[in-house]
């Protein structure tokens, strides 16, 4: 079992920055590849970034490459999102998943993901 609890989310103008925190409860987190998704209310959840198990290997989404940048601390169980040049478009809730099993990424597909934190709020607005 994994527990994630996301933290940071909030009200930003297009332009600023934003770091999200994900917590996992779980003695084994270091062994898990970590993955951040968004979701809009009435569209589908998508992938945003994935870290592999040491942070040696990165993954993002087209839309957020060179703006976003995904890190871990496996010390602390901790997983980041950080988020830099923010739009409009990048308001959303987001999440962070794991599949609680690979070390490696584990894909873009939100049925691979089995545990998911509570989701934080991320607004872009002027």
């Known amino acids: 079992q994994v527990q994630l609890v996301e933290s940071g989310g909030g009200v930003v103008q297009p332009g600023g920055s934003l770091r999200l925190s994900c917590v996992a409860a779980?003695?084994?987190?270091?062994?898990?590849?970590m993955a951040w998704f968004r979701q809009a209310p009435g569209k589908e959840r998508e992938f945003v970034a994935g870290?592999?198990?040491?942070?040696?290997?990165?993954y993002y989404a087209d839309s957020v490459k060179g703006r976003f940048t995904i890190s871990r601390d496996n010390a602390k169980n901790m997983v980041y999102l950080q988020m830099n040049s923010l739009k409009p478009e990048d308001t959303d809730g987001y999440y962070c998943?794991?599949?609680?099993?690979?070390?490696?990424?584990?894909?873009?597909?939100?049925?691979?993901?089995?545990?998911w934190g509570q989701g934080t709020q991320v607004s872009v607005s002027s």
């Open positions: 779980a003695s084994t987190f270091s062994s898990y590849a």
């Open positions: 870290i592999s198990w040491s942070g040696g290997s990165k």
């Open positions: 998943a794991t599949d609680g099993r690979n070390s490696a990424f584990a894909g873009i597909r939100v049925r691979v993901y089995k545990y």
